[in-house]
C-alpha cells in the first residue's frame, strides 16, 4: 500500500497507510514511541521477550501501533511468526491491514473484534499480548483484562498501558479557560485510570496475580516540530469538539489560536509536550 515519506527521526515504519500515518501524527507519535520503547527496554529484557515462535495479539490496536512498534525494533529474523492485530473500528482495522500487508512480519491478521468479547480466539493461544492506551476507552475494561488473561498462554506476558498524564487533555483545558472560564471543562475519558494503582488494580481483580504484575512509570517529551504540529492539530480539530460546546461563531473563531498559545505555554513549562504513562507488564 501507498507508503510516504517519513521523519527521520521516528520509528514509524515507511509502510504505513496515509490513514495510520495521520493517526500517529495526530497523536504526536506518542503511543507508537511509548510502545517501541517499553518492547526495547522492558519487553526484550524481560524473562519474556517476543521471539521468531512467539504469537502476539495488538488488542484495540488502532491502525496497527503493536505491530509498527514490533517492526520498528526488532531485526526482522526476530518478528513472532504469528501476530493478530485486531480493534473494533472497521476504519482503524483497515488502514491497518493495508499497512501491514507490506510489512516484513511473517503473518498477520487484522480482525474487527471486540477487546472485550474476544470468544472466536481460543483459550491459552497467544506467548503476548499488547493492550496500548485503550483500557480508559473501553465501556467493561475489567472483561478486556479478563479476555486478555484467557486467551494468553500460561507464562505469556501481557503489556497494558494507560496514561498518567494526557498531555492533550491539559492543552484543551487551558484553551478553554482562555475563552470561556466559566464553561465546564471537557471531560476525560474514564477519568479513574489517571489514578496510580487503578490500572494494577483491575488486572488484579481480572485474573492476573499481584506478583505477576510489574509497574513501570514512562516520560515521553516530544520536542520536535512535527509532532507537535501533529498535536496542535489533534487538539484543534473535530477531536476536541466537545471543548467547544455553547461557543459563539466568534469564540469557535479564537479556537485555533488559544490552542496555539496554550501549546507554546505547555513548551515553555516542560520543555516540550509532556506525556507520562504507567505501564504494567503481567505474567500468567
Ligand atoms: C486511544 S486508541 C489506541 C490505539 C492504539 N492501541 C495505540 O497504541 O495508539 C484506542 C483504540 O481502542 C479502540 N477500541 C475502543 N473500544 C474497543 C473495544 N471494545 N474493542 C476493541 N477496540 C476498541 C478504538 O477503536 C481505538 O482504535
Keep these: 500500500m501507498a507508503s510516504q515519506a517519513q521523519h527521520p527521526h521516528l520509528p514509524l515504519p515507511d509502510y504505513f497507510s496515509k490513514f495510520a500515518s495521520i493517526y500517529v501524527r495526530q497523536t504526536g507519535n506518542s503511543t507508537l514511541n511509548i510502545l517501541a520503547d517499553v518492547i526495547t527496554e522492558n519487553v526484550q529484557t524481560s524473562a519474556h521477550p517476543v521471539r521468531p515462535d512467539s504469537v502476539v495479539h495488538d488488542t484495540a490496536a488502532g491502525p ?6 514490533l517492526v520498528a525494533r526488532l531485526p526482522k529474523d526476530q518478528l513472532p511468526k504469528e ?17 501491514l500487508v507490506a510489512s516484513p512480519l511473517p503473518h498477520v491478521d487484522c480482525k474487527e473484534l471486540d ?8 483459550d491459552n493461544y497467544f506467548t503476548h499480548s499488547i493492550n496500548n492506551f485503550s483500557i480508559f476507552t473501553f465501556v467493561r475494561p475489567a472483561d478486556a483484562v479478563r479476555e486478555t488473561y484467557r486467551t494468553l498462554r500460561p507464562g505469556g506476558l501481557a503489556v497494558v498501558t494507560c496514561w498518567r498524564r494526557f498531555a492533550p487533555m491539559f492543552i484543551v483545558h487551558a484553551a478553554q479557560k482562555k475563552i470561556r472560564p466559566d464553561l465546564p471543562l471537557m471531560p476525560t475519558p474514564s477519568p479513574e485510570f489517571y489514578e496510580e494503582g487503578v490500572l494494577q488494580k483491575v488486572v488484579e481483580e481480572s485474573g492476573f496475580a499481584k506478583d505477576d504484575i510489574t509497574m513501570i512509570d514512562k516520560v515521553l517529551l516530544v520536542t520536535d516540530d512535527e509532532n ?7 487538539i484543534s480539530g473535530p477531536m476536541m469538539s466537545k471543548a467547544r460546546d455553547g461557543y459563539t461563531e466568534e469564540e469557535e473563531a479564537r479556537w485555533v489560536e488559544s490552542v496555539r498559545q496554550s501549546v507554546k505555554e505547555e513548551v515553555e513549562q516542560f520543555g516540550g509536550i509532556r506525556f507520562e504513562a ?6 500468567k
Design 278 to 283: 504507567y505501564i504494567l507488564l503481567a505474567t
Design 83 to 99: 501476530m493478530l492485530v485486531s480493534d473494533n473500528v472497521a476504519m482503524m482495522v483497515s488502514a491497518a491491514r493495508e499497512s
Design 115 to 122: 477487546s472485550q468479547d474476544l470468544s472466536s480466539v481460543p
Design 228 to 234: 507537535i504540529a501533529g498535536l496542535t492539530m489533534l
Design 64 to 69: 496497527g501501533i503493536g505491530a509498527a512498534a
